[in-house]
């Protein structure tokens, strides 16, 4: 029998993206939002107002010690992750965070012993992952149909005028300016963490550029920052490559893998899981036939797409949705995290080695300055 024991969950942390965790937890069964907090408490009354949260704060320890809280979602930029996760492990509390999980690897090492030492569990929110599109992907690669990856790209778009873009231009001191990636380390996890998977467990080769493609306007640190990121990853015989792309349009969403019995691109935008279509017979006939099986295999993704959208699987936090189900459940019955701290690792070792590359002196400024 399932235990739907109810969670009493909290929320640190009352930015634009805590609104969709509590637009999710309120929706799980044996879930119960419980209390959220911002050291700005006027942003904590106003997100337990639109989402009828009962209790709001403005001291995470106030709100650990009156709440006897068994999750604590962490929705604050990364440079306050580990001592909040300290805070809440003390507390008792497990810990559902944000990316990027820290500001470097080491640190991230250390979030991750803070939560086994105290006995609790984390995972971070690389949501996506659990996109139905992604779960089905999974489920091909473990059933065989990819055969061995050969090569994985994957590739992120980003909308600089868009609301989150625009949010970060038009503000020279916002946080993501001030970590050592940037926008890079904000928005790489959701690359690296599709490529890592794929790769041998061996020390990954990487290599990475970057530069800035839009003109100075503003002579501050919006200026500054990088907009385009290119990697380059190798694990024994497999390759990929990773794109973050501010520029080009449509704004894309995509993990292609190329593997020894078949190649698969999945698009997260339009929900599509469809594996190419291969020349099986000889001449101009053989040429005519692929674009009739991709359209074929399109519409069979249109079909599924829309009995989804009839369960109500097709909303845009879905993803989420199936990560705090397996994350709740496993707190519940003493299970595993739904992802391995060993994978969260090797994604954060190879982001501390992209940044160092393309960002030199903010990388080693904070290694100088005693972030370990």
Same mark, same amino acid.
């Given at each position: ?30 879930? #119960? ?169 061996? #020390?990954? #080769? ?106 109500? #699987? ?59």
């Amino acid at each position: 029998m399932t235990d739907l024991r109810k969670l009493r969950i909290g929320i640190v942390g009352c930015g634009k993206i805590a609104d969709g965790h509590a637009e999710v937890v309120k929706h799980l069964a044996g879930a #119960e939002l419980a209390a959220v907090c911002d050291r700005e408490p006027l942003l904590a009354e106003q997100l337990a107002v639109r989402y009828g949260v009962p209790a709001w704060y403005g001291d995470t320890g106030e709100m650990l010690a009156r709440e006897r809280l068994d999750v604590v979602h962490i929705t604050t930029p990364p440079g306050v992750h580990l001592a909040l996760t300290r805070q809440c492990v003390v507390a008792g509390a497990h810990v559902f965070l944000e990316k990027p999980l820290a500001l470097t690897a080491p640190e991230a090492k250390q979030l991750i012993d803070t939560v086994v030492a105290g006995g609790r569990q984390m995972t971070i929110n690389y949501w996506p992952n659990f996109d139905p599109p992604a779960i089905q992907f999974r489920k091909m690669l473990a059933e065989g149909v990819v055969g061995e990856p050969v090569h994985v790209e994957a590739f992120i778009g980003y909308d600089l005028a868009g609301a989150y873009g625009q949010a970060l231009m038009s503000d020279a001191g916002h946080w993501v300016h001030r970590l050592p990636g940037k926008l890079f380390q904000n928005m790489m996890d959701h690359i690296v963490n599709r490529i890592v998977p794929l790769l041998p467990d061996v #020390e990954p #080769e990487v290599h990475a550029f970057a530069f800035k493609r839009r003109e100075a306007v503003r002579g501050d640190a919006t200026d500054a920052m990088l907009d385009e990121l290119r990697m380059f990853l190798r694990g024994g015989g497999v390759t990929a490559y990773g794109t973050l792309c501010s520029h080009a349009r449509p704004v894309a969403n995509t993990l292609k893998v190329y593997g020894t019995k078949a190649t698969v691109e999945v698009d997260f935008n339009s929900r599509t899981v469809v594996t190419a279509a291969s020349q099986r017979y000889p001449s101009a006939v053989g040429r005519l036939v692929p674009p009739f099986q991709m359209a074929g295999r399109y519409m069979a993704e249109a079909k599924k797409n829309v009995n989804q959208f009839r369960r109500s #699987e097709f909303h845009f936090f879905a993803g989420m949705s199936k990560l705090l189900e397996e994350f709740y459940a496993g707190i519940r019955n003493n299970g595993t995290p739904p992802i391995p701290y060993t994978e969260v690792l090797r994604v954060n070792e190879v982001m501390d080695r992209v940044i160092e590359q393309v960002y030199p002196a903010a990388h080693a400024s904070l290694l100088a300055g005693g972030v370990r």
